[in-house]
């Protein structure tokens, strides 16, 4: 399977602190059945912060530090992009820079406690500009997950969502759970990540996820998130996702399930 969202070089922001950690991070990865994984730093301040020249050179030394290692895995470069009013800029079509392994699919972020005024309007000249935007880890963010709905209508046009494997554990809470669960019973999520920092809590072990996932989604569906749709953005290839025209009708639970837990 494929991890497309990791913190794994070390040094570069809030991820792996040291080489050391990286090599137990992709050694943990490997274990869980992880072949391929994309390298997505956090890029803070469009054209001010990390360069993609520099992500590409650290993903290779990586690389080369896992081969010695006898670790079988294969990294890509790319990069998580905090939504800001740079941030298009920095994206150049047809290049691949500060996309998920070079291609035309940029992972973002979107800022933790709002929701930009013009969100929708970015979203749409990108892919004008022939990107397609992953939204990372939809289900962690609040003011999203308040209109499901306008996330539904931003996938109806074309945009991709990644989920987090600790979101689907429980990690973030029961409230994410929650919401990670609703996305893949209305397929509204497309890949997993990690989003590994550490190696004691939110590493790339994704096991206990991969297994909730299968359960929920079925073999098919997870199949797509696991392998199929992350191996065609390694290979720049369009993917197609069946949105659903509306979502299912949240369970409420009631009185005494909220009172009692
Ligand atoms: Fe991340």
Redesign the pocket.
């Known amino acids: 399977m494929i991890d497309v ?1 990791c ?1 794994v070089i070390p040094g570069v922001d809030d991820g792996s602190p040291d080489l050391e950690t990286s090599l137990a991070l992709l050694r943990m990865a490997v274990d869980c059945g992880t072949t391929d994984l994309i390298c ?1 730093p ?1 890029v803070l301040e469009a054209g001010r912060g990390l360069a993609w020249d520099t992500i590409t050179e650290k993903t290779k030394e990586l690389q080369a530090e896992a081969d010695r290692a006898h670790i079988p895995i294969r990294l890509y470069p790319g990069a ?1 992009l905090e939504f800001n009013a740079e941030l298009a800029d920095i994206l150049e079509e047809g290049t691949g820079r500060y996309c998920l392994a070079g291609s035309r699919y940029p992972l973002i ?1 979107l800022p933790a406690l709002s929701m930009p005024t013009h969100i929708d309007d970015f979203l749409y000249d990108l892919q004008v500009r022939g990107f397609v935007p992953v939204i ?2 939809a289900e962690r963010h609040s003011p999203l997950m308040h209109e499901p709905e306008r996330l539904l209508r931003w996938m109806q046009q074309g945009v991709l969502v990644q989920t987090n494997s600790g979101s689907i554990t429980g990690m973030f809470g029961e409230e994410v759970a929650a919401r990670a669960k609703r996305l893949i019973e209305n397929h509204m999520t497309c890949f997993l990540g990690s ?1 590994a920092h550490r190696v004691k809590i939110r590493n790339t072990d994704m096991t206990e996820a991969v297994g909730a996932l299968r359960s929920m989604a079925g073999a098919g569906y997870a199949e797509d998130i696991l392998e199929d749709n992350p191996r065609r953005i390694l290979k720049n290839q369009p993917i197609s996702w069946d949105v659903p025209e509306k979502m299912k009708e949240e369970k409420k639970k009631g009185f005494f399930a909220k009172l009692f837990g």
Do not use: I, R
């Open positions: 969202h913190h997505t956090h998580e972020e990372a880890h989003d």
